[in-house]
């Protein structure tokens, strides 16, 4: 049996590991052979090596990391009609339980079971290896000119999947501002809005180049210097930077004025509730990041309840994205970098070859943003 080169994690063993797994192969009609070419990792990685977070399959000793995916079709099944050998395409994260109606209407981001897997995540393999298989449906094929930014495609889907949740939530009041057609369910409705971006990682950026591509008038905020790569990445989105070090909570929000919109995508779960209190009325805020471990602190519950319910607040959790994000993903890309002038070229900072893993997994630096991993 031929056996390939992978990274991951390993059941009694800590830390990043290597090892070796069957080449995968076609065995039904509707699958697709992948020769993955490129492997974005993200917060969610990182995080899963740090706490040494394992959801490996009963059967298995081992799980493949990484969920960010560019590849090229080697090989399909005699069913598959969507795509042909030499496209590039990339893949959905999450599988779907077979059980819920989410799931079975292929929503499996609203899973209500708990019981789906995630490609390098829940129980099966993801694509810090050179080779996978799965279905035709799980996978989308990437127009010319895109190839590039392959790796965007799962990060984005998250971004417009929380700004799809904040539209539709908010849809509920097409008098949000003075202007008609700046009602959230409008192709302008970005104008007359403000929005916090809490964090300027990869996700956060994203969240931002969305907002900014609506034109919204957005604040990042983050614990960076001036001369950091994620602070000028964000001034070139034409956002405005708030150091959280430098103000206090209340102060970012009498800064920005009528905030109505507030994108967590950091994680920092004390920060993330304290900013609770301050919300603007009828705004919404969605949180994306997933902390670990375990943080008390104290706060004013009665006067938390009061407020979501007197001035009408949204505070709404989003997980994971579905393959119509995905195709939001695709859709936006180009209009991104028409608008920003290439600015998805630039996230990525650092490149590695796959057996270089110690060396990705390990980096630390003030230039980091995106790291991505070359399969060839």
Not at 110 to 130: A, N, Q, V, W, Y
Not at 188 to 212: E, Q
Not at 248 to 270: C, Q, Y
Not at 324 to 330: D, K, L, P, T, V
Request: hydrophobic share 40%; aromatic share 8%; charged share 25%.
């Amino acid at each position: 049996m031929e056996t390939i080169f992978a990274v991951g994690l390993k059941k009694d063993v800590k830390g990043i590991q290597s090892f070796y797994i069957p080449k995968p192969e076609i065995k039904k009609p509707t699958e697709v052979l992948i020769k993955i070419k490129h492997t974005g990792l993200d917060g969610t990685d990182f995080n899963m090596i740090k706490y040494d977070s394992k959801d490996i399959a009963e059967n298995r000793n081992e799980l493949v990391l990484g969920h960010e995916l560019l590849g090229v079709v080697e090989e399909i099944g005699k069913n598959v009609k969507t795509v042909k050998k030499g496209d590039f395409v990339t893949m959905t994260v999450r599988r779907g339980c077979n059980i819920c109606p989410p799931c079975l209407h292929e929503q499996s981001d609203m899973c209500m079971t708990g019981l789906f897997t995630e490609r390098g995540i829940h129980k099966i393999d993801g694509f810090l290896t050179s080779y996978v298989v799965d279905e035709e449906k799980y996978i989308l094929k990437l127009p010319k000119g895109l190839e590039k930014y392959g790796i965007f495609v799962e990060p984005l889907s998250i971004a417009e999947k929380g700004i799809e949740q904040i539209r539709l939530i908010q849809s509920r009041m097409p008098w949000a501002c003075k202007h008609p057609n700046h009602s959230f369910d409008s192709k302008k409705w970005g104008d007359c809005k403000t929005a916090f971006v809490i964090g300027a990682g990869p996700l956060g950026i994203l969240a931002t180049c969305l907002l900014r591509l609506a034109g919204v008038n957005t604040y990042v905020l983050e614990r960076k210097d001036e001369e950091h790569i994620k602070i000028k990445t964000i001034k070139r989105l034409g956002a405005e930077y708030i150091d959280i070090r430098k103000i206090t909570i209340p102060e970012a929000f009498k800064l920005a004025g009528d905030v109505n919109i507030i994108f967590e995508a950091s994680g920092a779960s004390e920060f993330a509730i304290n900013m609770i209190p301050h919300m603007s009325r009828s705004s919404i805020y969605v949180m994306t990041g997933i902390p670990k471990g375990e943080l008390k602190a104290t706060f004013d519950a009665h006067a938390i309840l009061r407020q979501i319910v007197r001035y009408n607040q949204v505070i709404v959790g989003t997980v994971n994205s579905n393959k119509n994000h995905f195709e939001m993903a695709i859709n936006d890309i180009p209009k991104i970098n028409r608008k920003f002038g290439n600015i998805l070229d630039n996230i990525i900072t650092h490149r590695f070859k796959l057996n270089q893993y110690e060396q990705y997994f390990n980096l630390q630096g003030p230039n980091q943003l995106k790291i991505v991993v070359d399969m060839d």
